[in-house]
């Protein structure tokens, strides 16, 4: 049985890499073709989080984000304790490849942002929270339907949720950035200091998260005894 400290620290791999990649994404698009490309920080979204799926999956459950760990305590498959230590250790995560992306693009080289989601000009505080809760509601469903009921395979999990994940972020980046996941917001947020609506990016993930995953188990009579390991 893996103990909850390799779990932690499994947690905290996957959501440096995710972060890294996906914030890195914009970085590069901004630095080096002074735009930002969505089907570009899409793909790179989605193929991290399809890659990670695939390394970390069978020690940790590969959550990589609170609203999905979260969603799983809600439904009763994580112990508050490991709850706790896998929300610090992506928050962690997070913060580490922000400030290692920090450190790599410098300021000074203008436009860079870490990846900060924020949103459109048009988007109100509400229409925020609806939008990252929709999207997250659509990854966490599909996240319960693949990786987490017991009566499915798991063998394409990772490109199933990865597919999720570029297709939210081309519907919702240019509206909230499509984060989808506090953790992916908190990093950039807490490096830059840049904390403009940010809880639009907790409260619209926990609860799209959070009934996704009540819906999942309550209509669709989700088992526990999952294939993976997701606690």
Not at 21 to 32: D, I, P, Y
């Amino acid at each position: 049985m893996i103990n909850s400290i390799v779990k932690s620290l499994a947690e905290f791999i996957g959501t440096f890499t995710m972060v890294f990649v996906a914030a890195g994404s914009v970085n590069v698009n901004w630095a080096f073709w002074g735009l930002f490309d969505i089907l570009g920080m899409a793909a790179a979204s989605g193929i991290i989080v399809m890659l990670i799926v695939y390394s970390i999956g069978n020690i940790s459950g590969a959550h990589i984000n609170p609203a999905v760990t979260t969603s799983l305590f809600v439904t009763g498959q994580m112990e508050l304790k490991n709850t706790i230590y896998y929300i610090i250790s992506q928050l962690g995560g997070a913060i580490g490849a922000c400030l290692l992306l920090s450190y790599i693009f410098p300021s000074s080289e203008g436009g860079i942002d870490l990846g900060t989601t924020v949103l459109a000009s048009d988007i109100t505080f509400a229409s925020g929270i609806l939008i990252e809760a929709v999207l997250t509601f659509a990854l966490v469903f599909t996240i319960f339907g693949v990786a987490v009921d017991n009566r499915t395979s798991t063998k394409h999990a990772g490109i199933i949720i990865g597919t999720i994940v570029f297709l939210d972020i081309i519907v919702g980046g240019g509206l909230t950035g499509a984060s989808m996941n506090p953790a992916r917001t908190f990093g950039p947020a807490l490096v830059l200091g840049h904390w403009a609506d940010h809880l639009v990016y907790w409260i619209g993930p926990l609860v799209g998260g959070t009934f996704a995953a009540v819906c999942y188990t309550k209509i669709f009579s989700l088992k526990t005894d999952n294939k993976i390991d997701i606690a």
